[in-house]
C-alpha cells in the first residue's frame, strides 16, 4: 500500500458567484523515499492540490470530496488536533518565497525550536542542538550564530537553506515542495535543488516537488503528474511522458523548451491561455485549445486509458491506442 | 421693613445671653461650592467666596441677621457719640487661633490694611480714623456723617496683629497685599472664627477643624471637621448630592430644583436674593435709544414674570427696579409692565413702526442662564419688530467687550457690597465720571443730573426716614425715564442631606454660618 | 542612538517655542486677567495701576522677551490666580490626570487585544459582529454623553419600573435593569498615597481606585472602539500572511499561532498609531475631568482659560506640547525595540 | 475599430462595488437613513414645521413642553420644545444642517491641506518629510480646544465679536479643518510611501513627468481609496468635535444651534424632567455618525484590497 494516497480529491472554492471547482477528481499515490513531480501553468492547481493534503487550504477553499490517505489514515477526515500532530512531524513543508515564510520578529532559533517542542516533549536545549545539527546537515557557515539572528539578516538561499532545516527537524517521511526555488536566483537554485535532493535521499524521505520548470522536473523526479485546469491529464514514469508525451498540452508544453539539440528551431507556442478556474470549458478543458479538438472533446471529459504505463485523459490518444490494438500483428 | 438702621438699640439685650455649654463638636461636613477660596488673605479680593471663608476662620464685629438686622459678634455693643463717632466695646475672653488676646489694637490693624487693599478701600473710603481707647472700646470716625457706617462695619474681620506683623522667611512683609504673587497673608490664617484651615490644594480641595477655644460658647454647632471641594459642573455637583458624595451644596442650578425637593434623602432652601439682573440700552451707541419712548417700549416688550417663571423656574424674583425688597429704596408702587400692544404703540409713536437692528451682548457663565435670558429678550425684541444681533461670551471675554461698551445692549447683574440702594444708582445709573469713579458700570451712557444729586443727597442724609423717602423717589425717576431694563432678584438656593440643618444658618448675603451648624 | 535623542531632544525645543509664540500672540483674545483679580467696585484708575505692575501694557515683544528670558531658567512665568509659579501648579495637577490616561490605557490595552484578536479570527461569530457593533456605536457617542450616562447609572442609580413590577418576571427584569449607584462621580476622593513629590496616587487605595473607574470607563471609550477596530483589522491582514500558513503547516498549536506569531507582527502598526492616539488622549481628558470633577490639567486649563489666566494657559500649552513629543519619541522607541527589521535612528519600517 | 463605449452607469452597475453593496444589508440601511438625514437637513426649510432663527416666532411661555406623544405634548410642537420655546423638530432640521456643512466642509479642508502635505512628505521625503511630520505633531497636540481658543482669538482680533452671528459656520469648519488635517496627512503619506516603490512611478519619471505631474496624476489616484475611507471616519469625527466645542462653550451660538449646541444647552435639564431637549438631538448626532461609521467601515473592508484578496 503506498505512503501517501489521493482518491478522487474535489476541492472547491465558495465564492461569490457560486462554488470554483479548483481541483477535480485528482486521484494519485507517492510511495516511500520516491521523488513526484506536479507540472502545469501557474493557475493549473498544483499549490492547492498541494496544501489541501495537510488541509491547509485559504478561506473560502473547502475540500468537497474524495480522500488522502497517509499510511492507511484518511487525513482530510480527521481533526484539526490530530492533524497537526501530522503537520511538520511527518509530512514537512517547504513554501516558494523564503523572504515570506520566516517570521520576520522572531530568531531562526525561536522558530526551529518551536517545531520540535510542538511534536516532542524536549527541553529549550535539546531541541536547540538538534536545530543547530539539522543547520550543519544543510551546510549553512557558522550555524550557531545563525540561530540568534533574525530572518531579515540571512540572505534568500541561507533562509531556504534554514526552511529545508526545519521541513527535515522531525525526520519526516513526506517532504512538499511547493516550488522552493523559483523565488531564488538562478546561481543558488541549483545548489539548493541539489541540496534538498541529497538529503532526502540520505534519509529515504518521499519528495512531492511542485514546480512548472519541465526541465528540473525531468532530472530530479521519477514520477510526475501533469496538470491543466484543476485534472490531471497525464500521470506516469518522467522518463516515459518526458520522451514520449501523450496529452496533446503536455507535447506542447515539451515542444516549448528550447533543445539543446536543435537550435534555431522556433519555439512552439500553445495558441490561447488556460481558462480562470471561474470560466472553465465543458467537457476537456484544454479543448479550445487542443489542435486535434473534437465535439466528443467538447461535450464530456475523457476517461483515463493506460498507455504503457502512463495514465491520459484524451480521446485522441484512446483512439489511437484502440487502432493499436485493433490492428493485427501486421508489422513482424 | 423701614426700622433697619433703628434696630441697633433692641440689639444690646442680646449680647448679655445666658452662657450655654456648648455642643460637642464630631460631626464632620463634606461641602461643594461651584469654587474654592482663591486665597487665604481675606483683604486681597472682594469676592463672596472670601466672605464666606472670611465667616468660617474668622468674626466680624458685627453681621447681618436673617432679617436684614444687626447681630453684634466681636462688638459687644457699640453707641452714636456725635455725627461723625461711633464707640465699639470688644467682647472680651476671644483668643486669635494663634493664642493671642483679641484687643482694639489688633482692630485698628485690620482696619489700616483694609484701607490699603484695593479691592477694599473704596468701601472705607468715608472712614478717616479708628482710635483706640482703651483695651476692649475703640472710635469709628468719618470724615463726615455716614448713614451706613454700620454696614461698612461688617466688613471688619479684626486679625491677629502679632500673627501678621514683622518679615516672613524670604523678607517680605507678613502684612502685605499682594493681587500677583503668593505673600505670607495668602498661606497663613489666624482669626478669631469657628474653623481653622489645616490642609488646603488650591482648585481641588480645603479642610478645616473646629477651633477648639471658639468664644461663642452659645453656639448650638457641633460640626468638628469641614471638607470644602469645588465642583464647577452643576450637573456633577447635583449628582454628588444625590450619589451621597457630599452633604451640602451651593449653589443649585434652577433645573435641578425640582428634583432635589422631591428626593425624600435630600432638603433644599431658597431665599430671594439681592442681585438685580438687568439690560442697559447704550443711547450713546444707538441714537434712537435716547428717546424715552423707544426706551420704554423695549421697557414695556420683556416680560419678566415670564422669564422667571420659565427660564428661572420660579427661581427669580421679577424686578420692575433697582433695590430688592428690605433695601431703603426699594419702592412698592412700581410693579412690572409686560404689554406688547403699549410697545408696539410707543414704537410707532416714537416713528419706528417697521423697528431697526441693534447688537446685544450677555455673558454665557457669570449669572444663572444668563446666556437663555439674553435669547429670550431678544425672542420678545423680535415681537416689536427690533431685530436683535446676540453674541453670548465666557465672562473672561465678555467683560472687556462689556468695558469697550461693545453693543447696544449689554447685560449686568449687581449686588451692592453695602446691603444698600445707593450702591446701585452709584456704579449703574449715575453719568458716567472717570474722576469720581461714578457710572463706572453705567453701559447705557444714561445721565440725569437730578438723579444723581438726589443720591448725593441720600448718601449725607442720616435721619433714615428722609433718606428712604430721597431714595424711593429716585427708584421711580428711573423707572419713568425707563433708564433701564430690569429683570429678575436671582434667588439663592442652597441644598442639603436631609441631617443636615441647613435652614437657620443661612442668609440672604449667602454667607453660611457654618459655625452655628447642627447636624444630626 | 545618541542621535536619535538628541534629534527628538531639538525638535521638542523647537515645539515648545512655537506654541509659545502662537499661545502668546493669542494673548488679547482670551480676556482680561485682571477682571478675575479684583472686585467689581474697584475703580478703573485702580486696575491700571495694577495692570500696569504686572506689566500687562507693555508692548507684545516686550512681554514675550521677558517670558522667553525666564522660560530658559525654567521659569514659565506665575499663575495670576494660584498666585503660584505656573510649572508647580502644572506638576500639581499633571499626577491626576496621568493616572487617568493610565487607568484608561489599562483598559483599553486588557480589552483591546482579546476581542481584537478575537473579532480577527472568527470575524463572522455572532460575538465578533456584537463587539464590532458596540464599538462603532461607541465611536459615534461623543464622550461627555457617556460620561454622564455612567454618572447616572452608576452613582445615582437608576430604578427601571418599564415592566409591570407585578409580574414575577417584570421585577426581575426590572432589578435587573435597575442600578442602586454608590459609585463615586466627582473628584479623587481621599484614599490618596503620597508617592513622591506632588505625586499623590489614587492606585494604592480602595477609595483611590473607586473614584477613578468611572472616569477611566469614560475615557477610555473614546479610545477602546478605535484600538479593536485597529487591531482586528491589523491582524486580519496578518493572518493572511505566508509566514502563518508556514507556522500552521509546521503543526503549530493555534493559541501558539494566533498569540505569538501573528500578535507581535500585529502590535507593530498598532504600536505608531496607538501611541499617537496616547498623546492625543491626554488632550481629550479635558471633556472627561470637567464633567467628573477630576483636578487634572484638563480642568485646570479650562479654568484657567474662563479666567484668563495666560501664563498657565501658556506654560500648559508648551507641557502638553512636550509630552506629545516625548510619547512620540518613546512610541519610535518601543517600536524599534519590537520590531527588530528597524535600527534605532527612529526610521518608521 | 470602435470599442464599445460602456455607458459609465453599466461600469458602475457592474463593478465589484455595486455587487458587495447589495448583498452588505448594514450597508444598505445605514445609506439609506444617511440619505434621509442628509436630504432632511439640505431640506430643511421645506420640512421644519417652524423656523427657529426668527426670534419673532419662539414664545417663552411654550418652554420646555413635551414630545407630542407624552402627555402635555402640544401638537404644534411633535417633538417638544426647547427651554426657549422653540420647536424642537426643526430646530433638529436646522442643526442637522449646521452639523453636516461643519462636517462636510472640515472635511473637505482637512482634505486638501492633509492631501498637500501628505503627497509631499511622501513623495520628496527628507527634510520636507520631517518638517511636514513635526508640524503634524505640533497640530496633533493642540487639542481641538486649544485650536478653537485660538483660531476664536484670531477671527475675534479680524472680525470682532458683532458679526459672530454669519462667521460662526466658517469659523468652525476651520477650525476642525486645522485641528485633524494631520489625521489625513499622515494616511497619505503611508500609502504615498507604498506606491512610490511601484514601477509605474518609475516608469513616470522616465517619461520626464514633472514632479507635481506625477504627484497629483499618477500617485494621487492610487491612494484615493484610503483618503476615501478615513474621509468617512472624519467626517463623524468633525461632528463630534463639534458636539464636543459646543459643551464647553465654543461651539454654535444659540441663536443658530448645530446638533452639538442644542445637546449642550438640554444639558442642564437632562436630569430634570425635559430629558427630551438632549435626547432626541443626541440621538439624531449619534445615528447619523453611527450611518456615517458603518458606511466607512463597508467602504474599508470593500476597498482595501489586501482584505479582498483573502
Known amino acids: 500500500m503506498a505512503l501517501l494516497e489521493v482518491n478522487n480529491l474535489d476541492v472547491r472554492f465558495a465564492v461569490r458567484g457560486g462554488d470554483l471547482q479548483a481541483l477535480q477528481s485528482i486521484s494519485f499515490s507517492l510511495d516511500k523515499g520516491e521523488r513526484l513531480g506536479l507540472v502545469g501553468e501557474s493557475g493549473a492547481g498544483k499549490s492547492v492540490a498541494a496544501f489541501s493534503i495537510l488541509k491547509l487550504i485559504a478561506q473560502p477553499g473547502y475540500i468537497a470530496g474524495g480522500e488522502v490517505l497517509f499510511e492507511g489514515r484518511n487525513l482530510s477526515a480527521m481533526s484539526e488536533r490530530e492533524l497537526r500532530q501530522i503537520r511538520g512531524n511527518r509530512i514537512a513543508m517547504i513554501f516558494q518565497d523564503p523572504m515570506m515564510t520566516l517570521n520576520p520578529v522572531l530568531t531562526v532559533g525561536t522558530q526551529m525550536v518551536e517545531a520540535l517542542k510542538a511534536h516532542r516533549r524536549i527541553s529549550t536545549r535539546a531541541a536547540r542542538d538538534i536545530a543547530l545539527k539539522k543547520l550543519q546537515k544543510v551546510s549553512i557557515p557558522s550555524p550557531d550564530k545563525r540561530l540568534d539572528q533574525y530572518p531579515h539578516e540571512l540572505s534568500g538561499g541561507m533562509r531556504q537553506r534554514v526552511i529545508i532545516a526545519i521541513a527535515l527537524l522531525l525526520d519526516p517521511d513526506i517532504i512538499i515542495a511547493d516550488e522552493p526555488t523559483t523565488a531564488l536566483d538562478v546561481t543558488i537554485q541549483a545548489e539548493i535543488m541539489a541540496l534538498l535532493l541529497a538529503l532526502c535521499e540520505q534519509d529515504n524521505v518521499a519528495l512531492m516537488l511542485i514546480t512548472h520548470d519541465l526541465g528540473l522536473v525531468s532530472q530530479v523526479t521519477q514520477r510526475m503528474l501533469v496538470m491543466y485546469s484543476g485534472r490531471i491529464i497525464e500521470q506516469g514514469p518522467t522518463k516515459e511522458i518526458i520522451n514520449d508525451a501523450q496529452h496533446p498540452y503536455t507535447q506542447g508544453l515539451i515542444n516549448a523548451l528550447p533543445q539543446m539539440g536543435e537550435p534555431g528551431r522556433r519555439l512552439y507556442q500553445i495558441p490561447g491561455s488556460m481558462p480562470s478556474l471561474s470560466r472553465i470549458p465543458p467537457g476537456c478543458p484544454f479543448h479550445p485549445r487542443c489542435p486535434f479538438v473534437t465535439d466528443e472533446c467538447r461535450q464530456t471529459m475523457p476517461e483515463y486509458v493506460q498507455s504503457g504505463n502512463v495514465d491520459v485523459a484524451c480521446y485522441e490518444v484512446s483512439k489511437l491506442i484502440e487502432q493499436e490494438n485493433r490492428a493485427p500483428e501486421v508489422t513482424p | 421693613m423701614k426700622k433697619l438702621l433703628t434696630a441697633f438699640v433692641g440689639s444690646l439685650a442680646l449680647a448679655s445671653a445666658p452662657v450655654a455649654i456648648s455642643a460637642e463638636a464630631t460631626q464632620s461636613l463634606k461641602l461643594a461650592y461651584d469654587a474654592d477660596p482663591v486665597t487665604l488673605d481675606i483683604h486681597e479680593q472682594l469676592s463672596g467666596g472670601i466672605l464666606q471663608l472670611s465667616h468660617m476662620t474668622f468674626d466680624p464685629l458685627l453681621r447681618w441677621s436673617n432679617d436684614l438686622t444687626f447681630e453684634p459678634r466681636l462688638a459687644k455693643s457699640w453707641e452714636r457719640i456725635d455725627e461723625n463717632t461711633m464707640r465699639f466695646t470688644l467682647r472680651e475672653g476671644v483668643t486669635f487661633h494663634s493664642g493671642n488676646a483679641l484687643t482694639s489694637e489688633d482692630v485698628r490693624f485690620t482696619f489700616e490694611r483694609l484701607k490699603q487693599s484695593p479691592d477694599f478701600k473704596a468701601i472705607f473710603k468715608p472712614f478717616s480714623e479708628l482710635k483706640v481707647v482703651d483695651e476692649t472700646t475703640f472710635d469709628l470716625i468719618t470724615s463726615e456723617p455716614y448713614p451706613l457706617l454700620l454696614n461698612a462695619a461688617t466688613y471688619i474681620f479684626p486679625m491677629d496683629k502679632a500673627f501678621y506683623s514683622g518679615n516672613d522667611k524670604d523678607g517680605n512683609a507678613k502684612a502685605a497685599i499682594s493681587k500677583q504673587g503668593s505673600t505670607f497673608a495668602s498661606r497663613n490664617q489666624s482669626g478669631t472664627g469657628p474653623f481653622k484651615v489645616t490642609s488646603r490644594q488650591q482648585g481641588v480641595k480645603v479642610e478645616f477643624e473646629r477651633f477648639a477655644d471658639y468664644w461663642d460658647t452659645a453656639s448650638p454647632g457641633n460640626v468638628g471637621k469641614i471638607s470644602l471641594t469645588p465642583i464647577k459642573e452643576n450637573n456633577t455637583r447635583v449628582s454628588a448630592l444625590l450619589s451621597g458624595g457630599v452633604d451640602f451644596i451651593a449653589p443649585v442650578p434652577p433645573t435641578d430644583l425640582e428634583r432635589i425637593k422631591n428626593n425624600p434623602e435630600t432638603s433644599l432652601v431658597t431665599m430671594s436674593g439681592t442681585r438685580i439682573i438687568l439690560f442697559h440700552m447704550n443711547q450713546k451707541r444707538f441714537e434712537p435709544f435716547q428717546d424715552v419712548r423707544v426706551r420704554q417700549a423695549v421697557a414695556y416688550a420683556i416680560n419678566q414674570e415670564g422669564i422667571a417663571a420659565k427660564i428661572m423656574k420660579g427661581f427669580a424674583t421679577p424686578a420692575a427696579q433697582l433695590s430688592p425688597a428690605g433695601y431703603q429704596g426699594h419702592n412698592d408702587s412700581l410693579a412690572t409692565r409686560f404689554d406688547v400692544a403699549k410697545a408696539q404703540a410707543l414704537m410707532k409713536e416714537a416713528g419706528y413702526e417697521d423697528g431697526f437692528t441693534i447688537t446685544m451682548m450677555a455673558p454665557n457663565n457669570r449669572y444663572v442662564n444668563d446666556d437663555k435670558i439674553a435669547q429670550a429678550v431678544a425672542a420678545m425684541l423680535a415681537r416689536i419688530n427690533i431685530k436683535v444681533d446676540l453674541k453670548t461670551l465666557p465672562k473672561a471675554q465678555y467683560w472687556p467687550e462689556f468695558d469697550d461698551r461693545a453693543a447696544d445692549m449689554m447685560m449686568i447683574g449687581w449686588h451692592a457690597d453695602t446691603e444698600d440702594s445707593a450702591n446701585f444708582y452709584e456704579f449703574l445709573t449715575m453719568c458716567p465720571n472717570s474722576e469720581t469713579g461714578t457710572g463706572q458700570y453705567n453701559a447705557g451712557n444714561y445721565c440725569n443730573p437730578e438723579t444723581d444729586a438726589m443720591v448725593d443727597q441720600a448718601n449725607v442724609e442720616t435721619d433714615l426716614d428722609k433718606r428712604a423717602a430721597l431714595l424711593q423717589d429716585v427708584e421711580k425717576r428711573l423707572y419713568d425715564d425707563a433708564a433701564f431694563v430690569p429683570l429678575h432678584w436671582q434667588d439663592l438656593a442652597w441644598a442639603s442631606k436631609g441631617s443636615v440643618k441647613i435652614e437657620p444658618i443661612l442668609n440672604v448675603m449667602n454667607f453660611p454660618y457654618l459655625g452655628d451648624l447642627v447636624v444630626e | ?349 | 475599430m470602435t470599442t464599445a463605449t460602456v455607458s459609465r452607469w453599466d461600469r458602475f452597475r457592474e463593478s465589484f462595488l455595486w455587487y458587495s453593496f447589495k448583498r452588505d444589508k448594514i450597508a444598505i440601511v445605514s445609506f439609506v437613513v444617511f440619505v434621509a438625514i442628509v436630504l432632511a437637513g439640505v431640506f430643511a426649510p421645506l420640512f421644519a414645521p417652524a423656523d427657529p432663527y426668527d426670534l419673532a416666532q419662539i414664545n417663552i411661555m411654550n418652554s420646555e413642553l413635551p414630545p407630542v406623544w407624552m402627555a402635555g405634548g402640544d401638537a404644534q410642537f411633535p417633538l417638544g420644545t426647547d427651554a426657549q420655546g422653540r420647536d424642537l423638530l426643526s430646530t433638529i432640521l436646522y442643526g442637522t444642517r449646521v452639523s453636516l456643512l461643519i462636517g462636510f466642509g472640515a472635511v473637505l479642508m482637512q482634505g486638501a491641506l492633509g492631501i498637500l502635505f501628505g503627497l509631499l512628505a511622501g513623495y520628496l521625503g527628507g527634510r520636507v518629510d520631517a518638517v511636514l511630520m513635526r508640524i503634524a505633531d505640533v497640530q496633533l497636540s493642540f487639542s481641538t480646544l486649544m485650536v478653537a481658543i485660538i483660531v476664536g482669538a484670531v477671527f475675534k482680533a479680524s472680525f470682532g465679536n458683532l458679526m459672530f452671528g454669519e462667521i460662526a459656520i466658517y469659523m468652525l469648519i476651520v477650525i476642525i479643518g486645522i485641528a485633524e488635517w494631520p489625521q489625513i496627512a499622515r494616511t497619505v503619506r503611508a500609502s504615498v510611501l507604498a506606491e512610490k516603490k511601484k514601477e509605474y512611478v518609475d516608469a513616470a519619471k522616465v517619461m520626464g513627468f514633472g514632479t507635481n505631474r506625477i504627484m497629483f496624476r499618477h500617485i494621487l489616484p492610487n491612494t484615493l481609496s484610503p483618503i476615501f475611507v478615513i474621509s468617512t471616519v472624519q467626517i463623524a469625527n468633525a461632528i463630534i468635535s463639534e458636539a464636543a466645542l459646543s459643551f464647553l462653550g465654543l461651539g454654535m451660538p444659540e441663536t443658530q444651534p448645530s446638533l452639538g449646541s442644542l445637546i449642550k444647552s438640554g444639558f442642564d435639564y437632562i436630569q430634570s424632567g425635559s430629558w427630551w431637549i438632549t435626547l432626541i438631538p443626541g440621538l439624531v448626532l449619534v445615528v447619523l455618525v453611527l450611518v456615517i461609521n458603518l458606511l466607512g467601515d463597508w467602504l474599508r473592508d470593500m476597498m482595501n484590497p489586501r482584505l479582498y484578496k483573502g
Do not use: C
Not at chain 3, 207 to 223: K, N, Y
Open chain 3, 1 to 349: 542612538m545618541l542621535a536619535f535623542l538628541v534629534q527628538r531632544i531639538s525638535q521638542a525645543l523647537l515645539v515648545m517655542f512655537v506654541i509659545s509664540l502662537i499661545s502668546f500672540s493669542i494673548q488679547d483674545g482670551l480676556g482680561d486677567p485682571l477682571q478675575q483679580m479684583v472686585g467689581q467696585s474697584v475703580s478703573e484708575a485702580e486696575r491700571e495701576k495694577i495692570r500696569e505692575e504686572l506689566g500687562l501694557n507693555d508692548s507684545f515683544v516686550v512681554q514675550y522677551l521677558r517670558f522667553a528670558g525666564q522660560a530658559v531658567q525654567g521659569d514659565l512665568g506665575t499663575s495670576y490666580f494660584y498666585g503660584k509659579p505656573t510649572l508647580e501648579v502644572i506638576f500639581e495637577h499633571l499626577p491626576a490626570t496621568l493616572e487617568l490616561v493610565i487607568g484608561a490605557s489599562l483598559i483599553i490595552g486588557f480589552l483591546s487585544v482579546p476581542i481584537g484578536v478575537y473579532a480577527a479570527i472568527r470575524p463572522r461569530a455572532w460575538l465578533s459582529k456584537f463587539f464590532m457593533g458596540i464599538s462603532t456605536v461607541g465611536i459615534s457617542i461623543p464622550v461627555f454623553l457617556t460620561a454622564i450616562v455612567l454618572i447616572q447609572l452608576f452613582s445615582i442609580g437608576v430604578t427601571v419600573n418599564w415592566f409591570p413590577p407585578e409580574t414575577g418576571w417584570g421585577s426581575w427584569l426590572n432589578g435587573l435593569f435597575s442600578t442602586e449607584g454608590g459609585m463615586p462621580s466627582y473628584g479623587r476622593g481621599d484614599g490618596l498615597v503620597h508617592l513622591f513629590g506632588t505625586w499623590h496616587s489614587g492606585f494604592f487605595s480602595s477609595d483611590g481606585l473607586r473614584h477613578l473607574t468611572l472616569p477611566a470607563i469614560s475615557l477610555a471609550s473614546i479610545m477602546l472602539p478605535l484600538f479593536i477596530r485597529l487591531i482586528r483589522a491589523e491582524m486580519m491582514e496578518v493572518l493572511q500572511s505566508d509566514y502563518i500558513r508556514y507556522a500552521q503547516a509546521k503543526g503549530l498549536a493555534p493559541h501558539r499561532i494566533h498569540f505569538l506569531h501573528a500578535l507581535k507582527n500585529t502590535m507593530l502598526p498598532v504600536i505608531t498609531v496607538g501611541g499617537v492616539q496616547l498623546g492625543i488622549m491626554v488632550a481629550y481628558t479635558i471633556l472627561t475631568e470637567t464633567v467628573f470633577q477630576w483636578p487634572g490639567v484638563g480642568l485646570m486649563f479650562l479654568e484657567a482659560i474662563t479666567r484668563s489666566d495666560i501664563p498657565l494657559i501658556v506654560s500648559y500649552l508648551m507641557v502638553v506640547g512636550l509630552i506629545f513629543v516625548v510619547t512620540n519619541t518613546v512610541v519610535d522607541l518601543v517600536y524599534g525595540l519590537v520590531n527588530p527589521t528597524v535600527k534605532l535612528t527612529g526610521k518608521k519600517a
